[in-house]
């Protein structure tokens, strides 16, 4: 087949799963900027259908995602409400993900913070004590692309997530382990933010090496405490930028 005929082919159709999802991310994304208020009328299935151009079964399942997450609650001769924030799952990527694309709000950020506070210290912690050889060979992996970007003066943002992500993994906890998709969301927003108050362009490879090195030591609490100062410094910055008083 000649180029000009490859050119000129048709580009197939979406499938439903397609479809689904790009239904998913408009109306979860307008919903939580409030284009579609808690109390206000949500539209109904017939008007999704003609607004996206999609069959009953399409908007149905992605109506039922959207429920799944807790933007939506469906109710019999009531219809479909939308749900105030207190309902949502802030633990799905989805949903923390277009709440960060919304007027930014370092709370936010304060709260997730706060959270990593409380896991990936122990999550550094359990990998001292079990990661294996691939897990430990990923933790070096991204401390080496970390101090690579330093290097070539380019953004190491991928490369620090990837050393978080690597410790929760290295945890061998399978809830921990849960909690990387989340990481990677909020990361991606966070660590430009506290870079930005420090006044650098990326995490310092240094300090993240410290952890990396307790780990891989086998020392346990080194890897705690390590992994505590890293989140600690952020979350002092998130404070001192949002006005609120030191946490212990």
């Not at 790009?22 to 999704?48: K, M, N, Q, W």
């Not at 122990?122 to 060979?137: C, E, K, V, Y």
């Amino acid at each position: 087949m000649d180029v000009a005929t490859k050119a000129t082919r048709p580009t197939p159709p979406d499938d439903g799963r397609n479809l689904t999802g790009r239904i998913v991310e408009d109306l979860g994304r307008s919903i939580v900027t409030e284009t579609f208020r808690p109390g206000v009328a949500f539209p109904t299935e017939a008007e999704l259908c003609l607004r996206y151009q999609a069959s009953r079964p399409v908007v149905r399942e992605a109506v039922k995602m959207l429920t799944a997450k807790g933007l939506l609650l469906a109710r019999k001769r009531a219809g479909t409400v939308v749900q105030p924030e207190d309902s949502w799952n802030l633990f799905d990527p989805d949903v923390l993900s277009w709440m960060l694309q919304r007027d930014f709000s370092i709370d936010l950020l304060i709260d997730f913070t706060e959270i990593r506070m409380s896991i990936e210290p122990r999550a550094a912690t359990l990998a001292a004590h079990s990661a294996d050889g691939p897990q430990r060979r990923a933790i070096l992996e991204a401390i080496d692309r970390m101090v690579e970007a330093e290097h070539a003066d380019t953004d190491a943002l991928d490369a620090d997530i990837a050393f978080h992500i690597a410790v929760l993994n290295a945890s061998n906890n399978r809830f921990m382990r849960q909690f990387t998709d989340l990481i990677e969301t909020t990361l991606r927003y966070s660590i430009r933010r506290t870079n930005e108050y420090k006044g650098v362009s990326r995490a310092s490879a240094r300090d993240h090496k410290k952890v990396a090195d307790a780990i891989i030591g086998g020392n346990a609490d080194g890897a705690a405490t390590t992994m505590r100062d890293l989140i600690q410094g952020a979350l002092e910055l998130l404070l001192a930028a949002g006005r609120h008083p030191p946490r212990p």
